[in-house]
């Protein structure tokens, strides 16, 4: 019996065809081939007007040493065939492209030998986070389409490949799923990126963000592909294998291209390169893109026949990205996360969205990056607005202007969707808790796996907030088993928020809170220590002087620290160092936090409405040429209309453009 395609996976090193293009184009076809002028360049039609050209072609790989032979689906989609006027045929071509390739597998197919078909699914010519021009919801319906015609003409696996922006990888990874659902059966899923020559997709990430952003699609390998030759893969091919639980594959270009688009890599040369891969341990799929040919495969079928694949060791990490990859680890503890983007919580934030300014919220956003915050909250739930159109609108802003992961922040599943649907990382959602028995639960989990994301878990049941340790390590604890033993969730994917009370209020049910968050932090890590904790460190200090609130934050930050927060929600723009703050202050702070009574707070109260808060240095305050080297530097645009008001008035225009 042939053995499934991911049994052969761990036996062996499969060796993937090469570039179906490049033998197309060594085939002279003429617009007669493509069924006329109209639809000469659409390859995909060979599919239907020259299948004896395709099956060739198939063949001629199989017999150089190809384990696995791509359809050609390249450009199957309804998104891309629509610019021939063919995307009514899109089904048609993907099943007939399938079925020429198993034709041609099965006829080399045997025993000791099984060979297998991959179908080919590109990344189409739109990209959601760069071009536009196709919606979310289209190229799920575009590549569902195609998954369904390729699994109806037999193929072994799925490649998503030639990926340039992991949020049309995320569409695509819906569109397979619903097509599973819809045909009732399952194929592996390999993902395959491409990696331009200044380190980065396209869409701008790194090899080690754009794995995080699509583990959840659960592939069967990932790797590289087109882009470049074999040599520039290297430092990505190293990082991915440390970094990926699955297989890892590569199939470069045949080098770099010349100024005529010509191709000069030989087969004996990318052989080689590929072998050192190989005898590195980092492939278990290798293959030609791009300018390679049955020649090039030979010759790598050759080179790697002796080479064992790889065995996977890398273990689970806790990671969350956006442009950047940020890891939660324990010597990068806490995590940052910028608190201003959120309407409930900053003022300004408030009325720039309520005034429809959602380029210049955008800037409060860019502002926390620069000033050390590593995630960003956000958060729209104003109760006078519409909550899901506000965020559609900032969103399309901040998307564009910060790297750095989100943290959608509100208590609609459909704004999480929202936010999920504009962010090409793996985000964070905020929040769940079993307040309302698993409602919360059932809502959400299903976008973590859709989507992928990490989840704040609020240590809050159906009897209320935990205020003692102990019962935040109760509902933790619960909260743990159901998401990980019922609803499938990654321990590495929760992140339990042990909740912060204000202990400046007189609250009788609040007395010695601080102290048992703090301690609720600390079992919580003991107890599930593969997943992570968060605090709003700031509600600590609500209703407190300002200048005592930065520092009381600070510190209660600081001893959170200690016993093992992984995240803390702040303002980096206030955030105050621990170790500046002078020893006075720190002793008021932690008597009002730890001996929390009438006395302390009156101590602490009366401390801080005598000091006066140390001006800082506000942009009003530089001169006019100061603030236009501000604007540059930091990209910010408050206050920049008005200001080129004023430089015109003073300055000719070439006085500006030189400095």
């Keep these: 019996m042939k053995p499934t395609f991911t049994e052969q996976l761990a036996r062996k090193i ?5 570039a179906m293009g490049t033998m197309l184009q060594q085939a002279k076809l003429s617009a007669e081939d493509f069924g006329g002028e109209a639809f000469e360049g659409c390859n995909e039609l060979l599919n239907l007007t020259r299948p004896d050209v395709v099956r060739s072609i198939h063949e ?100 998503l490949e030639t990926a340039q922006d992991t949020l049309n990888v995320k569409a695509g990874g819906i569109g397979i799923r619903r097509a599973f659902a819809e045909l009732g059966r ?47 893969m290297r430092d990505h091919l190293r990082t991915l294998s440390a970094l990926a639980q699955c297989g890892v594959s590569c199939y470069p270009n045949a080098g770099l291209p010349d100024e005529n688009g010509h191709y000069h890599e030989t087969p004996h040369g990318l052989a080689a390169k590929m072998r050192a891969f190989a005898e590195q341990g980092w492939l278990n799929v290798a293959g030609g893109c791009c300018g390679t040919t049955p020649a090039h495969i030979r010759a790598l079928a ?28 324990e010597d990068n503890r806490p995590l940052l996360v910028g608190e201003r983007t959120n309407v409930i919580g900053s003022r300004k934030f408030r009325d720039l969205i309520a005034a429809g300014q959602y380029e210049e919220a955008s800037d409060i956003a860019r502002a926390q990056v620069k000033r050390g915050a590593q995630i960003i909250d956000i958060c729209l739930a104003d109760p006078d607005r519409d909550e899901y159109a506000d965020m559609e609108k900032f969103l399309q802003f901040v998307s564009k202007k910060v790297k750095a992961p989100l943290m959608i922040d509100s208590t609609d599943a459909r704004v999480m969707e929202l936010g999920l649907r504009y962010s090409q990382g793996k985000a964070i959602l905020n929040s769940i808790n079993l307040e309302d028995g698993l409602d919360r639960f059932s809502q959400v989990v299903p976008l973590i796996h859709r989507y992928g994301a990490a989840v704040v878990v609020g240590t809050i049941a159906e009897e209320g907030m935990a205020v003692t340790r102990e019962k935040k390590l109760e509902v ?27 202990v400046g209020t007189g609250d009788e049910q609040y007395i010695g809170s601080a102290r048992e968050t703090v301690e609720g932090i600390r079992l919580i890590k003991q107890a599930l220590p593969d997943c992570k904790t968060i605090l709003g460190v700031s509600n600590v200090s609500f209703g407190l002087p300002a200048a005592g609130r930065e520092v009381l934050n600070a510190v209660f930050l600081y001893h959170t620290t200690l016993a093992g927060l992984d995240y803390a929600i702040v303002n980096t723009e206030k955030l105050e160092r621990y170790a500046s703050i002078p020893e006075e202050e720190r002793k008021l702070a932690e008597a009002l936090l730890f001996e929390t009574n009438d006395e302390t707070l009156a101590a602490f109260t009366e401390f801080y409405r005598q000091k006066k808060k140390e001006a800082k240095v506000e942009t009003s305050s530089l001169s006019l040429e100061e603030r236009l080297a501000r604007y540059v530097v930091e990209g910010s645009k408050d206050g920049l209309v008005e200001d080129l008001r004023q430089a015109r008035e003073k300055y000719a225009p070439l006085e500006i453009i030189n400095g």
């Design 14 to 18: 499969l060796i993937l065809d090469g």
């Design 60 to 159: 001629t790989y199989l017999e150089a040493g190809a384990d696995i032979v791509e359809t050609n689906t390249f450009g199957a989609t309804s998104v891309v065939l629509a610019e021939y006027d063919a995307a009514d045929r899109d089904i048609e071509i993907n099943i007939a492209a399938a079925r020429l390739a198993r034709e041609a597998a099965d006829r080399y197919s045997t025993a000791e030998w099984p060979r297998y078909v991959a179908g080919s699914m590109g990344p189409t010519t739109k990209t959601l986070s760069l071009t536009g021009g196709v919606t979310f919801d289209e190229l799920v319906e575009a590549y569902c389409r195609q998954a369904k015609g390729l699994i109806q003409g037999g193929v072994d696996v799925l490649l």
């Design 186 to 232: 399952e194929l592996p899923v390999m993902l395959s990126g491409t990696i331009e020559p200044m380190g980065t997709t396209l869409a701008g990430q790194n090899i080690e963000a754009f794995y995080v952003s699509l583990e959840h699609l659960k592939p069967v390998t990932v790797g590289l592909n087109c882009a470049t030759g074999p040599e520039f």
């Design 302 to 329: 050759e080179a790697l026949k002796d080479c064992k694949p790889r065995t996977i060791q890398a273990k689970p990490v806790s990671a969350v990205s956006g442009i950047e990859v940020v890891y939660a680890e």
């Design 476 to 502: 933790a604890k619960r909260s743990y088993d159901l998401l990980v033993n019922r609803f499938g969730v990654k321990p590495q994917d929760i992140i339990f928020d042990p909740l912060v009370f204000p």
